[in-house]
């Protein structure tokens, strides 16, 4: 997974065309955006226990792979909410976006 994330921040680095940085610095900045809910009504109208992510090991091991580019990456976390998320997409504060939580195959758990 940390090679992916070095991998996948390398290319784009690497692209002359991209828009992922600012002219000056050459900086990504990389939003993570976080859901932990703890319960889901299912098809039957159930309640059920959503298991808990591990979203400090997941920081640590984003910040250690970023760690080992070409590229600043500057990381920003934030709580995945509708809100947020429409809020980052309108106003365009960044360019790239990652999305830790649950999914299903209809929507994102947040």
């Known amino acids: 997974?940390?090679?992916?994330?070095?991998?996948?921040?390398?290319?784009?680095?690497?692209?002359?065309?991209?828009?992922?940085?600012?002219?000056?610095?050459?900086?990504?900045?990389?939003?993570?955006?976080?859901?932990?809910?703890?319960?889901?009504?299912?098809?039957?109208?159930?309640?059920?226990?959503?298991?808990?992510?591990d979203f400090t090991t997941e920081r640590r091991e984003l910040k250690a792979a970023l760690s080992n580019t070409r590229i600043k990456v500057k990381l920003a976390f934030d709580f995945?909410?509708?809100?947020?998320?429409s809020n980052f997409l309108i106003q365009r504060k960044g360019k790239v976006l990652h999305y830790s939580g649950h999914g299903h195959p209809d929507y994102l758990a947040i």
């Not at 991209?18 to 159930?46: C, G, H, M, W």
């Not at 995945?80 to 998320?85: E, I, K, P, W």
Request: without cysteine; hydrophobic residues 35%; glycine residues 0%.
């Open 80 to 85: 995945a909410t509708t809100d947020r998320l």
């Open 1 to 53: 997974r940390k090679a992916s994330v070095a991998r996948t921040l390398s290319t784009v680095s690497s692209s002359s065309q991209s828009t992922y940085f600012s002219q000056e610095e050459k900086i990504v900045l990389l939003t993570v955006f976080q859901a932990a809910p703890l319960v889901f009504e299912d098809r039957n109208q159930e309640i059920k226990r959503v298991e808990k992510l």
